[in-house]
């Protein structure tokens, strides 16, 4: 299950931002203010967040 985007939201580093995760984790990724989008790729801005072969990835510009 690709949750690392989960990580990222407990740190506070996604608070406000668009970012995807695996679909069972919608509900708690959301719980941390972070705008789920229904995507593989997210690009918001400075950030793309993405689940990619059960992989995730964030990187920042």
Known sequence: MCTGALLLAAAGLLTGRR???NRN????LRA???TVL?????DDGD???ATIEYRPQTLTR
């Open 19 to 21: 970012a995807t995760t």
């Open 25 to 28: 984790a919608y509900d708690e």
């Open 32 to 34: 941390h203010d972070v």
């Open 38 to 42: 229904d995507e593989r790729v997210v």
């Open 47 to 49: 950030r793309v967040a």
